[in-house]
């Protein structure tokens, strides 16, 4: 198996960044006295799912994952965004499981926001730790454990992969985002940056998963309306955020679902920086009939 780290991997950062925390949900449920009106929003181009409403009530079970829940944020749905899945996983200790994926066609994409999992993929063992990153091609075995003494709480990203003929399939990736130099998107100073997990020029890739950071001010200075959908965890901060019409304000542990073409722009107000994980579907056409014709 050939490991890929995107150019730039282990590159020293450009200045000393504090240490990384990533937001992750807890679960819960909110006393009887507590009010309805919050920030859950769903509308024909967008979604929000506020930290606060991810209760216990709303997790689910899924086959052959033990001692596991899951928070469900987003799956595909006709006429709204329907290119992949996003859940936030708990596991709690000995959990895991040996037959995660179900679907061969399946890609998936992890990202460890909390505690250390046991990651087999393709036949070799990795750690992730808080930070870490595992990208699985389609029809590769893989198994998870957490063989610790906390909780391991991670993004579990699954798309139908979309192959192209000459192409080949993308190749595994594990590695840790504090390995990673930051790309500073360009006449904004370091403001706003992109943590690229993959290369973006390797067309074999059909979906990217990057981390964004805005530091305190920064912003995405215009409405960016374009054809990848998208999922917004926030793991860090705060910030408003334009949606469509609407400018909204969000937190860490919050998630925004974008459809395609949905108007988006940011400003992250501070006082500390404003970082989410981002997933869009990438590189291929877009299909003219569906799937099966």
Known sequence: MNEVHRPGAGAPAAREEAP???YAPRGGLPGQEALHTG??????????????????????ALPFWEQTRA??????????????????????????????EPDPAAEAALFVAEGSAALTLAGRSHT??????AYIPPATEWSLRNRGDGFVRFHWIRKAYESVPGLGLPDPVVVNERDIAPTPMPDTQGA?????????????????????????????????THVMEHGLYVLEGKAVYKLNRDWV???????MWLRAFCPQACYAGGPGRFRYLLYKDVNRHPRLAPPGR
């Open 20 to 22: 990384r925390r990533y």
């Open 39 to 60: 920030r859950a929003v769903f509308t024909e181009a967008y979604v929000v799912i506020p930290r606060g409403v991810m209760a216990d009530i709303v997790t689910s």
């Open 71 to 100: 928070w469900i944020i987003a799956r595909p749905l006709s006429g709204f965004a329907e290119t992949f899945a996003q859940y936030v996983m708990e596991v709690a200790p000995g959990g895991g499981s040996e037959r995660p």
């Open 128 to 133: 992730l730790e808080p930070g870490g990153f």
């Open 192 to 224: 706003w940056a992109t943590t690229r997990f993959v290369d973006p020029a390797d067309l074999r890739h059909d979906m990217h998963m990057t981390i964004v950071t805005l530091e305190p001010g920064g912003v995405i200075p215009f409405e960016e």
């Open 249 to 255: 304000e969000v937190e860490a542990g919050d998630f």
